[in-house]
């Protein structure tokens, strides 16, 4: 069909030069002129067609029209519902008066509930008694002959005033149009032949390229999109918190042990053995292997003596040491873990010993306040700051903002006699560099920081304070057994990497973040991050 169309267009434009409104056209296959809007859509592709050809050239008016909705053709074809009202009521005077109940049987709830208020203001019908009745002998229904009158012609001779109350009872909608003045092109041919796009090899070889006529190439159209790859929003996150560490002098810690013992996951950080973190249903255990090589005797024996007696100023726990529980491998809970093996070789050189892989490089950090500290005694003890940003694995349940698994921003700075207004700070800078300006702590329990903080931001989607992390300062029970000197503090907190990447792209449900209902589509549109 759209080939007949630019026909009639070219044959039209042959004979009169100019079509100066199309909707006088007809349609090939339709009988009437294209006075509809679906008509005109029809005509603007069959006029773009013969545009990209330059044979014609055309001028667009846009215009304001109307159709009916459901409901105004329904009373188009049956009458409006004050006429219906009308209609099923018997003459005053001639018949028992219906009542509002048996007129909903009649002509259902609908045209009940909106006939009867229109009929009364019309003074079409009264009541009589409990029932109503008709007043007047005969009616003309006004509503039934507008729409009548949109339905042909798209407007009203009565005005706006009746369209607009037309359209405040939903009977009729408004709709934008537009129609077309049509004139020849450069190229006006009465020949819908199209042009060649390609020149090919048997054009060449005949000789047939040099009366063909070719298309013009659009150096201003956009070419296709190109498939490839797009970082997920964790990821531009992640890389965008690593920079904001880097940029404050922190040093990246190895984090590539998912799998750790019990030893180093909760004893050498002051847990004890009988904390409910340390149940199955908090924790996942490795079935096979079930124990991990003992750590050096020595840190391990001062572990388990803190842990069982007390020392280092510390009661202790005072309960039974169980080695086995110790050498238990397990998914790690949280990448303070990793932190502690660090911390264990940042504390060599005060014990004298040699520091080994990459313990030496993380030993030489700044000191926190900016400046350098000068020890008074050379005790071997260098001030470090140190980060990671990893997975995590909890035997937790699943919803919107809880995952079994998520990845763990882990911070640690070391230093002499730090307090906990050094930390509140810290941690207010290090938020606000994330675009996180509502910030709150509140006091808090951990087994190997005291005092402890929790973090928490608001998240405007969910219109509530969400928790992002903890921190807090390490305690002596765990930074003592490995050597650190009694003034030597430590910093130490930890946030889930999913829950800022929420807030900073307004996703209120992490399973559409991380898991099978994350949308490929929106993780290629996602924004670059730039807190």
């Known amino acids: 069909m759209a080939e007949s169309l630019q026909q009639v267009i070219l044959d039209t434009l042959d004979a009169k030069s100019t079509i100066e409104d199309s909707r006088l056209l007809t349609i090939p296959g339709q009988s009437q002129p294209a006075a509809s ?7 603007l592709g069959a006029l773009n067609s013969l545009l990209s050809r330059d044979m014609i050239v055309y ?22 519902h004050e006429a219906r009202v009308w209609a099923a009521l018997p003459m005053k005077g001639e018949g028992s008066p219906v009542t509002p109940v048996e007129l909903k049987k009649l002509v259902g709830d609908e045209t009940a509930k909106v006939g009867q208020g229109r009929a009364f203001k019309n003074g079409w019908i009264g009541k009589e008694g409990d029932g109503l009745v008709k007043l007047a002998t005969t009616i ?11 339905a042909s012609t798209g407007t009203l001779k009565a005005g706006e005033k009746t369209l607009a109350d037309l359209r405040k009872r939903k009977l009729i909608v408004q709709r934008k149009g537009q129609w077309f003045t049509v004139r020849k092109g450069p190229n006006f041919s009465t020949s819908t032949a199209k042009p060649e796009t390609d020149l090919t090899v048997d054009m060449l070889t005949s000789g047939a390229w040099k009366t ?4 013009k190439y659009n150096f201003d159209a956009e070419g ?17 918190i690593r920079n904001i560490f880097l940029e404050m002098g922190f040093a990246e810690m190895p984090t590539s042990s998912f799998v750790e013992s019990g030893f180093w996951c909760f004893d050498a950080l002051f847990v004890p053995q009988q904390h409910p973190a340390r149940d199955l249903q908090d924790t996942f255990y490795l079935s096979d292997p079930q124990k991990a090589f003992p750590p050096e005797p020595e840190y391990y024996k001062r572990v388990s003596t803190v842990h069982e007696h007390g020392g280092f100023g510390s009661t202790g726990y005072r309960a039974p040491w169980s080695d086995e529980e110790s050498s238990k491998l ?22 004298g010993e040699k520091v080994e892989g990459d313990a030496g490089e993380f030993a030489h950090g700044a000191s926190t306040t900016g400046s350098e500290k000068k020890d008074e005694k050379d005790d071997g003890f260098r001030p470090a700051k140190l980060f990671s940003i990893d997975r995590v694995f909890r035997n937790e349940t699943m919803d919107a903002t809880h995952l079994a698994e998520f990845h763990q921003v882990e911070g640690v700075v070391a230093d002499r006699n730090l307090t906990l207004a050094d930390l509140i700070g810290f941690m207010r800078v290090f938020f606000s560099k994330m675009g996180i300006e509502q910030v709150r702590f509140k006091p808090a329990y951990n087994p190997y920081t005291e005092p402890s903080l929790e973090i928490f931001a608001f998240h405007s989607m969910l219109n509530r304070w969400v928790e992002v992390g903890n921190s807090g300062m390490f305690r002596p029970e765990m930074l003592e057994p490995m050597g650190f000197p009694k003034d030597v503090r430590v910093h130490g907190w930890g946030l889930s990497l999913e829950r800022p990447t929420m807030i900073r792209y307004g996703i209120n449900n992490i399973r559409t973040l991380v898991g099978h209902k994350v949308s490929i589509e929106g993780i290629e549109n996602s924004p670059a991050v730039m807190f």
């Open 59 to 80: 001028e667009s008016h846009e215009v304001s029209s109307h159709a009916l909705t459901a409901e105004g053709a329904q009373i188009v074809q049956e009458g409006s």
């Open 37 to 43: 809007h679906e008509d005109q859509i029809t005509i």
């Open 224 to 240: 296709a999109p190109t498939n490839g790859g797009a970082l997920h929003p964790l990821l531009k996150v992640r890389e965008e």
């Open 330 to 351: 397990l998914l790690r809970t949280h990448t303070t873990a990793s932190s502690a093996h660090m911390l264990y070789k940042l504390a060599a050189r005060c014990r």
């Open 212 to 215: 063909s006529t070719f298309k």
């Open 140 to 150: 003309q229904d006004v509503t039934r002959t507008d729409l009548q009158e949109v």
